[in-house]
């Protein structure tokens, strides 16, 4: 039988809130539809911003929210984003279904939905196809609060105050969408780009982050980081802190098809979760190639778009990147956000891709009505770990589950010394079939009490608009606890949160 080893006197390094961070591009019905309505709509909303969709997304303290892309953001010119609504420019979305992009969502919006949702702001600027002028003007705009043609401006559309920009990328997926360049000719960009965001306050405030690999793209991190760090330290602060990493999971591959999201059967539920376990060679590759740069870690690994990428539910629109969601995208976010808090002393936020409507969402809307994801839950079992301690635990007797190549350890986990005092355990049981017997062992320390919720079902079983609540959190029954032991069943294919007060 598995068991679960932990240290609770040693700790490992602080759970930075962001690693729950979420994502929301101008693509398909993210911004529009999923997050903002507008004033006018019947849709109950706050200044434009959905009020069942905000309200949802507070409860589970979504930490950042990342904005405009994505793809997008290399395409974004900021100023057909501000001013009377009436006169912003309506355009062609040409990354995402070419449909009609009306600004109406801009710079104030995004600003008004994190204040609502009480979240940090993280913007990705324009390098592909943006100037170093407008970038700055940019910057200039949301946080200079002196007198300056963009404070000016600002004010003007009404707001005297400057925004917090808690992160600033510069570029997205510059070795794609962003602009296809050789990663030296990215990183002299970035060391330029970067200069003009200046500190106006000169308080730091803004955690500026170079667009880092595409996965396994080994060789990026290495050139980029090696252009940076000659002559400037790139770890020396305001110059670069952070490098972002994009991995998406698929059960198939991007040219023959990516496979369906409510579709699939055992050993494509395996082939799946194994891609998801590679986030850790990853996390652990990356990261080795950054500490030859910065063996203090003052860089961050920034994973700002992962989750699965499906076919689109049939009869959408293909740019729209609309999926369903299922228990194997719940264990499967369980899985990365267990990884995440593994290797907090590198990663130092992760944004799911996307929050609302968009690839492994949260919240899916149609009209006026809303669900809440397998996915969300999962958030929500988690939410705790944020601002938490990572405390050192192992599982021993893991064995392995899965068919033919596709094997994965049964178990899934990360425990956390809460603010309060109390430990957090979470867990993910991979197997499709089989139930997880497991032994807790707190190393000696009395176990007191434990209680614990888990989201449990069928691989493929999701909520729909007609049957909403067919996934939900459930008490997690069976717990008992005898001296410095703790011991439970999980369910086949669930994920779980055990609160140990000691
Ligand atoms: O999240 C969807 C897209 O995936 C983003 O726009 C892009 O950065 C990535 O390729």
Not at 438 to 448: N, Q
Request: proline share 4%; net charge negative; charged share 25%.
């Amino acid at each position: 039988m598995t068991t679960l080893y932990i240290n609770p006197a040693v700790q490992k390094g602080h759970i930075n809130p962001e690693l729950q961070g979420q994502f929301s591009e101008h693509l398909g019905r993210c911004i529009y539809e999923g997050l903002y309505v507008g004033e006018k709509s019947k849709i109950p909303n706050v200044k434009g911003m959905r009020k069942d969709v905000v309200d949802a997304l507070k409860k589970i303290h979504v930490p950042v929210l990342r904005w405009p892309g994505g793809c997008f953001a290399d395409e974004y010119h900021w100023k057909d984003g501000i001013g009377p609504k009436s006169t912003r420019k309506r355009m062609v979305n040409t990354h995402w279904g070419g449909v009609v992009e009306d600004n109406s969502f801009g710079t104030h919006e995004f600003m008004e939905l994190c204040k609502q949702i009480g979240c940090k702001t993280y913007i990705n600027g324009n390098v592909g196809s943006g100037t170093v002028q407008e970038m700055s003007e940019w910057y200039e705009y949301m946080t200079f609060e002196g007198e300056s043609p963009m404070s000016k401006l600002r004010e003007k559309n009404g707001h005297k105050a400057g925004w917090n920009v808690d992160y600033f990328g510069v570029g997205n997926e510059s070795w794609g969408c962003g602009g296809n360049m050789r990663p030296v000719y990215y990183a002299d960009l970035y060391r330029r780009y970067q200069t003009y965001v200046r500190d106006y306050r000169h308080d730091g405030h803004t955690r500026k982050i170079a667009c880092g690999p595409n996965a396994g793209d080994f060789n990026w991190t290495k050139q980029l980081l090696a252009t940076c760090y000659e002559g400037t330290p790139a770890s020396a602060h305001g110059f670069m802190d952070g490098l972002s990493l994009h991995y998406y999971t698929l059960p198939g591959d991007w040219v023959g098809g990516k496979g369906s999201a409510t579709e699939f059967d055992t050993a494509e539920y395996y082939h799946t979760v194994k891609k998801t376990l590679f986030m850790e060679d990853l996390i652990k590759g990356h990261g080795a190639i950054m500490d030859q740069y910065d063996p203090e870690k003052k860089i961050g690994l920034i994973i700002d778009e992962w989750g699965t990428w499906y076919d689109v539910e049939p009869g959408t629109n293909p740019g729209f990147l609309y999926q369903q969601n299922t228990m194997r995208d719940a264990v499967i976010a369980g899985i990365n956000l267990n990884l995440f808090n593994k290797h907090c002393d590198r990663v130092k936020m992760a944004n799911i891709a996307q929050m609302v409507n968009v690839l492994q969402a949260m919240i899916l809307t149609d009209g006026d009505k809303m669900l809440l994801t397998p996915t969300y839950h999962v958030f929500d079992l988690y939410q705790k770990h944020q601002d938490a301690e990572l405390v050192e635990s192992v599982l021993v007797d893991n064995d392995q589950v899965g068919m033919g190549d596709d094997m994965v350890p049964r178990i899934s986990e990360s425990v956390s010394r809460m603010k309060d005092g109390k430990l957090l355990i979470t867990l993910v049981n991979l197997s499709a079939e089989e139930e997880a017997p497991l032994t807790i062992s707190l190393s000696g320390e009395k176990a007191g009490k434990a209680e614990g919720r888990v989201l449990a079902g069928n691989m493929d079983q999701k909520n729909t608009f007609k049957s909403k609540n067919a996934v939900k959190p459930a008490k997690l029954t069976g717990l008992t606890v005898k001296g410095d032991q703790i011991k439970v069943t999980l369910p086949a294919c669930s994920v779980a949160e055990i609160v140990v007060t000691q």
